[in-house]
T-cell receptor, first 111, second 112 residues
Framework: GQQLNQSPQSMFIQEGEDVSMNCTSS?????WLWYKQDPGEGPVLLIA?????ELTSNGRLTAQFGITRKDSFLNISASIPSDVGIYFC???????????FGGGTRLMVKP | DSGVTQTPKHLITATGQRVTLRCSPR?????VYWYQQSLDQGLQFLIQ???????AKGNILERFSAQQFPDLHSELNLSSLELGDSALYFC???????????FGEGSRLTVL
């Protein structure tokens, strides 16, 4: 089946630093979604991308749909303590049905 | 608040028992998904329903089953529970087959 490789698995950064994480796939996707999960909560949708090359921002978050359609990136600028959590990428292929999730990036921010 | 409601929030039971987890999707959403998340792990897709019919199946054990009712709520049944079934079980819904998923807050199952 399809697999999404998300990296890094974890990051421990200083407050104020920028963060970058990515997902890569062996398959082409036509939708990329980025979610954040706070401890003990359900994942919350941050950004949705529908077009190759698309660059979308949501506050301090910016995500890009890779030109090859096999990857996506999420950047967080000027991190703050409440950015702590697990970030998941998810991709949907041309069949349109299945959404495949990456393994997550655990972000820890030191005040 | 995503609009997806899951009950119960917490459930503690014993090995060999059977439990039912319930999910009410967002108003108007036709598709319901179930995911399992073990401690510090990713989201494992279990099963998807669309307008009452099963649409996709992931790594769902034979001891587990689900259904979506005419009012679009869904139930996930877990039977012959084992210690390893302890996990967070999330329900998500989307408007259609290709829409964005919105997750509930999860049901935390502990099997002792």
């Amino acid at each position: 089946g399809q697999q999404l490789n998300q990296s890094p698995q974890s990051m421990f950064i200083q407050e104020g630093e920028d963060v970058s994480m990515n997902c890569t796939s062996s398959s082409i996707f036509n939708t990329w979604l980025w979610y954040k999960q706070d401890p003990g909560e359900g994942p919350v949708l941050l950004i949705a991308l529908y077009k190759a090359g698309e660059l979308t921002s949501n506050g301090r978050l910016t995500a890009q749909f890779g030109i090859t359609r096999k990857d996506s990136f999420l950047n967080i600028s000027a991190s703050i303590p409440s950015d702590v959590g697990i970030y998941f990428c998810a991709g949907r292929n041309n069949a349109g049905n299945m959404l495949t999730f990456g393994g997550g990036t655990r972000l820890m921010v030191k005040p | 608040d995503s609009g997806v409601t899951q009950t119960p929030k917490h459930l503690i039971t014993a090995t060999g028992q059977r439990v039912t987890l319930r999910c009410s999707p967002r108003s108007g959403d036709l598709s319901v998904y179930w995911y399992q998340q073990s401690l510090d792990q990713g989201l494992q897709f279990l099963i998807q329903y669309y307008n009452g019919e099963e649409r996709a199946k992931g790594n769902i054990l034979e001891r587990f089953s689900a259904q979506q009712f005419p009012d679009l709520h869904s139930e996930l049944n877990l039977s012959s529970l084992e210690l390893g079934d302890s996990a967070l079980y999330f329900c998500a819904s989307s408007a259609d087959l290709a829409g964005e998923l919105f997750f509930g807050e999860g049901s935390r199952l502990t099997v002792l």
